[in-house]
């Protein structure tokens, strides 16, 4: 069984920074081999893409709206991935959830993850 646990939301003002992580858990669960992602969800739209990593940090892939003020990271020795997230707008406020791809499909879409998070609430207020 894994276990992805997101923590690090909370309410920040524009213009800010906040740094998210997500470890993983379970008694077999090696992240090393697992691409990794990040995703947001507002009220009633599509869980969308944010950004992912493959399985050394040696490739990442973002969401234009994202670009140049997101980075995505990873410590496998942890089993832990961030997203340190730098000046912030409104329009990011959104759960921000982590996944994890066991097929390594270097994908953006929701349906190429195997595993979730409960996700953690990012909140920018103006």
């Known amino acids: 069984q894994v276990q992805l646990v997101e923590s690090g939301g909370g309410v920040v003002q524009a213009g800010t920074s906040r740094r998210l992580s997500c470890v993983a858990f379970?008694?077999?669960?090696?992240?090393?081999?697992?691409?990794m992602g990040w995703f947001r969800q507002t009220p009633g739209k599509e869980r969308e893409f944010v950004a992912l990593?493959?399985?050394?940090?040696?490739?990442?892939y973002y969401t234009d709206d994202v670009r140049g003020r997101f980075t995505i990271a990873r410590d496998n020795a942890k089993n832990t991935v961030y997203l340190q997230m730098n000046n912030l707008k409104p329009e990011d406020t959104a759960v921000y959830y982590c996944?994890?791809?066991?097929?390594?499909?270097?994908?953006?879409?929701?349906?190429?993850?195997?595993?979730w998070g409960q996700g953690t609430q990012v909140t920018v207020s103006s």
């Open positions: 379970g008694r077999t669960f090696n992240m090393g081999i697992y691409a």
């Open positions: 996944a994890a791809d066991r097929t390594y499909s270097l994908s953006t879409a929701t349906e190429a993850y195997d595993y």
């Open positions: 990593i493959d399985w050394d940090g040696g490739t990442t």
